[in-house]
């Protein structure tokens, strides 16, 4: 079946980039999303790009897709502490409505 | 600014006991998720719905489980005989339309603990 795969943790400096990465395996997919959960929170959308589209910026967040490898990547330019999270890369399975997630990365900002 | 709200927060259930989850969604939206997430596991799609009735469910939905809105405002997931395996964060999520390009908004997630 489908499924989606990260890194689970990731630690950068305050200021610096970070990048999470994702792989999927559903190559029918028409979207992949970003969602952030902060402790004791939901699961908030970011971003999300059409699967036809190469990059996605909005402000500090860069989204790059490689659809022939599969590949997904977020990064946060110049990553604040109030970045600390758990990433969660997801797809859409079989062009429904029913998301499948990756396991999440735990993004770790050092002061 | 409008959000997805569950209650409780955590609930202790014994094996056995029915346990309803509770989720008011956005006020004008349209379709309406539950997703799971057992602990150090992934968050799983459990079921979508739409226009009173379920729109797609995944094979972990089973004959234990039901959802409903029974007043236009609430939506509910239950589970008729808890078993230790169904203890996980119960993500409750709406959307204003059905495509694939709509945000769907979720709840902090209730804790389900089965003792």
């Known amino acids: 079946g489908e499924d989606v795969e990260q890194s689970l943790f990731l630690s950068v400096r305050e200021g610096d980039s970070s990048v999470i990465n994702c792989t999927y395996t559903d190559s029918s997919s028409t979207y992949l999303y970003w969602y952030k959960q902060e402790p004791g929170a939901g699961l908030q959308l970011l971003t999300y790009?059409?699967?036809?589209?190469d990059m996605k910026q909005d402000q500090r967040l860069t989204v790059l897709l490689n659809k022939k490898d599969k590949h997904l990547s977020l990064r946060i330019a110049d990553t604040q502490t109030g970045d600390s999270a758990i990433y969660f890369c997801?797809?859409?399975?079989?062009?429904?409505?029913?998301?499948?997630f990756g396991s999440g990365t735990r993004l770790l900002v050092r002061p | 600014e409008p959000e997805v709200t569950q209650t409780p927060s955590h609930q202790v259930t014994q094996m056995g006991q029915e346990v309803i989850l509770r989720c008011v969604p956005i006020?004008?939206?349209?379709?309406f998720y539950w997703y799971r997430q057992i602990l150090g596991q992934k968050v799983e799609f459990l079921v979508s719905f739409y226009n009173n009735e379920i729109s797609e469910k995944s094979e972990i939905f089973d004959d234990q489980f039901s959802v409903e809105r029974p007043d236009g405002s609430n939506f509910t997931l239950k589970i008729r005989s808890t078993k230790l395996e169904d203890s996980a964060m119960y993500f409750c999520?709406?959307?204003?339309?059905?495509?694939?390009?709509?945000?769907?908004?979720f709840g902090q997630g209730t804790r389900l603990t089965v003792v």
């Open positions: 006020s004008n939206h349209l379709y």
């Open positions: 790009i059409f699967s036809n589209m």
């Open positions: 999520a709406s959307s204003p339309t059905g495509t694939m390009n709509t945000e769907a908004f």
């Open positions: 997801a797809e859409n399975e079989d062009s429904s409505y029913k998301l499948i």
